[in-house]
Every structure is written in structure tokens, then in C-alpha cells.
């Protein structure tokens, strides 16, 4: 059962209608990889935290970042989509950049960030 505090269910409820189904799938994504995931707000954006692993994702004004993986477990996400890197451990997606990204891709960088 997914541990999600009242902070995240309001955060999620605020979401702008054009990021709401890329977050929907984002935050669909990781809970099938760890269904044991707590899910709290940290930072003022949801954070997975599995382990001692943290895996943010934050809707903004024109994308959906994720962010919080140590360097190098990101599955080779950056090396494939080198335009979506912000900075360092960071990615901005907007829904038509996540559209032409698989969920198996999703689910890659999931695994990597979050498992031990």
C-alpha cells in the first residue's frame, strides 16, 4: 500500500490540468517498481523514498522535472535524451518530449535511481 501523506495528496490535486497525466504516468511508473515507496513532500515537491534512495518529481510552470539520483545511475537516460538535462541529476520533461519516451525507458531509470 502506498504511504502518501495529506501535503502530497494536495500538491497532486493543485497540478495544472496540461502536466497532470505526464505526472499521473511518472508517479504510475514508479509505484510499480516499489509499491513499498513512501511518498512525502519534501523540498515542496513529492519525493519516492525508497531505502535511502530519494527520487523527486516536481510540475512546474512548462515541464515536469525529475530529479535526486546519484550520478551515473540513470540508466543511460541522459545519454539518450541529452536535451531533457538540466543540470546535474536533473531532467525537465514536457508532456510532448515524455510522449516519443517509452515507459520501459521510464521504468529503467526508475530501477536505477531507486534500488539498491
Known sequence: MVRMDDEVRDYVGAIAPEYRPLFDRLHRLVLEEHPDAAVVL?????????????LFIGVWKQWVSIYGWDQGRDAGFIARHPKLKASKGTIQLRP????????DEFRDLIR???DA
Request: proline fraction near 4%; glycine fraction near 8%.
Open 42 to 54: 519534501s523540498y515542496k515537491i513529492p519525493a519516492y523514498k525508497v531505502g535511502r534512495r530519494r
Open 96 to 103: 510532448a518530449d515524455a510522449a516519443g519516451i517509452s515507459d
Open 112 to 114: 536505477a535511481a531507486l
